[in-house]
């Protein structure tokens, strides 16, 4: 029997219960996340059991999804990113009790009432799973921004040489008189 769990909850009351629950969010919910995205569309989704761990720490373990929309840095246009990930998190109430759990256990720290906010718990993890490079698969029509057609070299990674702060590093050095 599966159980939803809500945006607010208590981590230890639910360890106790070997709870299995589902999370439906959409991903606007998560603004440090949608900062980071095209913008807030998409929706995050996850299943976890919540248990207690021998050392009696209440946890949850499961799989995380979500689809969110990426600008792609090459030609500029929407792209769809699949998240996937699975999960250990152990609950604890102080940074002390954080640095005591297990390596496998990821913590999430409970309030004085032992309660998890699902947005803080989760938006970390999402952050983790974004691509550090942008960009659309080889096979996909992407073209970069502002080119004809004719010179079809990939652009060069990195290649660019424009450094704004140079001049200021120049006007720096020599103010030390
Ligand atoms: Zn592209």
Redesign the pocket.
């Given at each position: 029997m599966e159980t939803r769990l809500p945006s607010r909850f208590n981590a230890a009351a639910l360890g106790r219960t070997t709870t299995l629950c589902t999370l439906e969010l959409p991903v606007s919910h998560f603004k440090r996340l949608a900062a980071l995205l095209l913008d807030g569309s998409g929706e995050v989704r996850a299943s976890m059991q919540f248990d207690v761990s021998q050392d009696g720490v209440p946890t949850a373990s499961g799989s995380l999804q979500g689809e969110v929309r990426l600008t792609?840095q090459?030609?500029l246009?929407p792209?769809d990113h699949l998240i996937s990930t699975a999960f250990s998190f152990g609950f604890v109430a102080s940074e002390t009790a954080a640095d005591e759990l297990p390596d496998y256990l990821d913590p999430v720290l409970m309030d004085e009432a032992g309660d998890v906010l699902a947005v803080e718990m989760f938006e970390d993890e999402l952050i983790l799973q974004l691509p550090l490079s942008t960009?659309?698969a080889e096979d996909?029509n992407?073209v970069p921004q502002g080119e004809t057609g004719e010179a079809s070299q990939a652009p060069e990674p990195g290649g660019k040489t424009y450094q704004p702060f140079s001049a200021l590093g120049e006007m720096l050095k020599n103010d030390d008189g």
């Open positions: 792609c090459r030609c246009t792209m960009l659309h996909e992407c």
